[in-house]
């Protein structure tokens, strides 16, 4: 079985993954000075809860867009699977689509991922709409290039920078209005209408401009763990995949035959 792992600039979500199938998916809050030891901790008792034996996993693959916890990430694996883990991006499991922008070895791994399994899955030109720290905005073409993209502020980021600048607005939980008036009659009430259809706005907008400008037609594609939470309220989203990033993983893994 493959151990997935995604470490992102918030968490790092570990997946086991049998064939196409995802079988179970653990998250922990990404900090860099964790050792392998620690992983190994909470990751065998999680792995047990759910019925699993360390002993089960047999390969290991990584995406990460914070260096430094690489590393440890590494040890875990030799040490405690038995296995030397596949690096995404890197011998054997370089990038099999094209980059065609500047500065490609800029772009993130789990961008790169993402594009790889949305490309595998859907036909045609993609725009694949990733919620996480930040949110991105990527079209892949109907080859399968990587062809650009939008990074903007995640919406936990731009309310975290909103309370954290303004020394008497609450802290508010990320979820959609209750009602549907975008005209607030209370703090609580504005705040929620213009973090989350404000959010809708950017998205749908920034959907459109990039639509015109691709000028094909265009599937748009959703995931990260916050996709859901935008999916009942905007019609921009052709579908919804919260785990893309786990399945381009598992595809690049499938296709390193070692």
């Known amino acids: 079985m493959l151990l997935a792992i995604d470490a992102g600039n918030t968490n790092i979500v570990f997946a086991l993954v049998a064939g196409e199938t995802i079988e ?3 998250r922990i809050a990404t900090d860099a000075r964790r050792t392998a030891d620690e992983y190994a901790v909470w990751l065998s008792q ?8 360390r002993a089960a996993v047999t390969r290991v693959i990584i995406a990460t867009v914070v260096p430094r916890a690489l590393h440890n990430l590494q040890t875990l ?4 699977f038995a296995t030397e883990p596949l690096i995404a991006g890197r011998a054997p499991v370089e990038w ?4 065609d922008i500047d500065e490609p070895a800029s772009l993130g791994a789990d961008r790169a991922v993402t594009a790889i399994a949305a490309h595998a899955r859907h036909a045609g030109d993609l725009i694949v709409i990733d919620f996480g720290t930040a949110t991105t905005i990527d079209w892949i073409d109907y080859r ?3 062809k650009g993209g939008i990074i903007a502020p995640g919406i936990n980021l731009s309310l975290d920078a909103l309370v954290a600048a303004a020394a008497k607005l ?4 990320i979820e959609a209005p209750a009602t ?3 005209i607030g009659r209370n703090t609580a009430d504005q705040m929620h209408i213009g973090i989350y259809w404000g959010y809708v706005s950017l998205i749908e907008g920034l959907v459109r401009r990039m639509r015109a400008q691709i000028a094909r037609p265009v599937t748009v594609v959703a995931t990260g763990g916050l996709a859901i939470l935008f999916e009942a309220h905007s019609s921009v989203f052709d579908v919804v995949e919260p785990d893309l990033t786990i399945t381009g993983l598992a595809i690049l893994a ?5």
């Open 24 to 26: 179970a998916r653990w």
């Open 46 to 53: 999680l792995l047990h809860l759910e019925g699993y034996d």
């Open 77 to 80: 694996s030799r040490k405690y």
């Open 96 to 99: 099999d689509i094209a980059l």
């Open 144 to 146: 399968g290039a990587y």
């Open 170 to 173: 609450p802290r508010i939980a």
């Open 180 to 182: 549907a008036s975008v």
């Open 254 to 258: 499938a296709r390193a035959h070692i």
